[in-house]
T-cell receptor, first 114, second 118 residues
Framework: DGGITQSPKYLFRKEGQNVTLSCEQN?????MYWYRQDPGQGLRLIYY???????QKGDIAEGYSVSREKKESFPLTVTSAQKNPTAFYLC?????????????FGDGTRLSIL | AQTVTQSQPEMSVQEAETVTLSCTYD???????LFWYKQPPSRQMILVIR??????QNATENRFSVNFQKAAKSFSLKISDSQLGDTAMYFC???????????????FGKGTKLTVNP
């Protein structure tokens, strides 16, 4: 079955350390997204990519970086510049064709600070 | 910029009864979609129902239906015959269509925590 796989499910970061969250999809979707979820805040967009080798900042991109070298993969790096990284991170994808196609979500990664 | 407001942080309902979750949004766009997503304790985001703004008819998916009032910018979700498995966070989301880039970015509300009691 097609879907979105996020790994790891749980991740711990030390102070000053960069960590990378993985997101892989086999839905043949062009567009991919990263969201951050904090309690009481809903989901906020970090970065999105409409096509390979292209990506755009979302609403809260500071302290994060992404790459889109393959259609299937959209890894998110939480850098040491992100001072409050503890959150639940969700990856999503969509066809990118804007015609009544909703986003599909992965199961998420919970990032905590050691 | 678009905003989505869910004014009910928490709600509860008895099993088999009906409950309505509220959502309002602010936009100057005329062409857009609205969604309700469900997030159970497993944290997976599941699409419940969607509505195209150009359609006057309210969307329905089994026990889930919406009341879409475009002029009032309101998009409420009604759950009929509530089941224990409906216990979850429910998020209302807005998606603008077209424009430069064309990416289907979602703007989410802060969510409503629904508890279905036996």
């Amino acid at each position: 079955d097609g879907g979105i796989t996020q790994s790891p499910k749980y991740l711990f970061r030390k102070e000053g350390q960069n960590v990378t969250l993985s997101c892989e999809q086999n839905l043949n979707h062009d567009a991919m997204y990263w969201y951050r979820q904090d309690p009481g805040q809903g989901l906020r967009l970090i970065y999105y990519s409409q096509i390979v080798n292209d990506f755009q900042k979302g609403d809260i991109a500071e302290g994060y970086s992404v790459s889109r070298e393959k259609k299937e993969s959209f890894p998110l790096t939480v850098t040491s510049a992100q001072k409050n990284p503890t959150a639940f991170y969700l990856c999503a994808s969509s066809t990118g064709q804007g015609v009544n196609q909703p986003q599909h979500f992965g199961d998420g990664t919970r990032l905590s600070i050691l | 910029a678009q905003t989505v407001t869910q004014s009910q942080p928490e709600m509860s309902v008895q099993e088999a009864e009906t409950v309505t979750l509220s959502c309002t949004y602010d936009t100057s766009e005329s062409n857009y979609y609205l969604f309700w997503y469900k997030q159970p304790p497993s944290r997976q985001m599941i699409l419940v129902i969607r509505q195209e703004a150009y359609k006057q008819q309210n969307a329905t998916e089994n026990r889930f239906s919406v009341n879409f009032q475009k002029a009032a910018k309101s998009f409420s979700l009604k759950i009929s015959d509530s089941q224990l498995g409906d216990t979850a966070m429910y998020f209302c989301a807005f998606m603008k269509l077209g424009g430069q880039g064309g990416s289907e970015k979602l703007v989410f509300g802060k969510g409503t925590k629904l508890t279905v009691n036996p």
